[in-house]
T-cell receptor, first 111, second 111 residues
Framework: SQQGEEDPQALSIQEGENATMNCSYK?????LQWYRQNSGRGLVHLIL?????REKHSGRLRVTLDTSKKSSSLLITASRAADTASYFC???????????FGQGTRLTINP | DAGITQSPRHKVTETGTPVTLRCHQT?????MYWYRQDPGHGLRLIHY???????DKGEVSDGYSVSRSKTEDFLLTLESATSSQTSVYFC??????????FGSGTRLTVV
């Protein structure tokens, strides 16, 4: 069963604009993670945010977590063509040492 | 990806034959996972391991078995391949509280 659901399923923006993707989940968690997948490649870990954190930054990435709403958002600022990829959120289902992934947001950055 | 390799990268097999996929890590991580990725379903957990000879089922384990006789190797076996097992298979490794490192994937086609 799917724990996380990303929204939107697809997003197309111009280079230089900001991209925001959202994730909702259903059960309590210890942490939430975001991954990127380029076409035909494996997933790459971007950022992990723990349940007691509300916001985390890594370079051009900003992740927020609202445990009361069971939701998270990933913001990519000043997008580049190289950011074109699918982005997945994943949660450790009720603290279990295994991640459950959403279906992802496909992000396209147009030059 | 550094520290984790999957073999083979591509395989075509016939319905009814057994197939074994291999995941090898050099990071000495305790946890290893097998996921499959299909359009419309995202990544779904097949089996995972939390130590040598310690494994557990994921959400789509029917028709699959695993073995982990050494820390570095996690084998996924399709006992009798079916067309519904045509997919891209990803192995991942992790330590508690950290993100996953994924392999490059194995594209399996069952004809």
């Amino acid at each position: 069963s799917q724990q996380g659901e990303e929204d939107p399923q697809a997003l197309s923006i111009q280079e230089g604009e900001n991209a925001t993707m959202n994730c909702s989940y259903k059960t309590s968690i210890n942490n939430l993670q975001w991954y990127r997948q380029n076409s035909g490649r494996g997933l790459v870990h971007l950022i992990l945010i723990r349940s007691n954190e509300r916001e985390k930054h890594s370079g051009r990435l900003r992740v927020t977590l609202d445990t009361s709403k069971k939701s998270s958002s990933l913001l990519i600022t000043a997008s580049r063509a190289a950011d074109t990829a699918s982005y997945f959120c994943a949660t450790d289902d009720q603290g279990a040492q295994k991640l459950v992934f959403g279906q992802g947001t496909r992000l396209t950055i147009n030059p | 990806d550094a520290g984790i390799t999957q073999s083979p990268r591509h395989k075509v097999t016939e319905t009814g034959t057994p197939v074994t996929l291999r995941c090898h890590q050099t990071e000495n991580h305790r946890y290893m996972y097998w996921y499959r990725q299909d359009p419309g379903h995202g990544l779904r957990l097949i089996h995972y391991s939390y130590g040598v000879k310690d494994t557990d089922k994921g959400e789509v384990s029917d028709g699959y078995s695993v073995s982990r006789s050494k820390t570095e190797d996690f084998l996924l076996t399709l006992e009798s391949a079916t067309s519904s097992q045509t997919s891209v298979y990803f192995c991942a490794i992790s330590e508690p509280g950290y993100g996953y490192t994924f392999g490059s994937g194995t594209r399996l086609t069952v004809v």
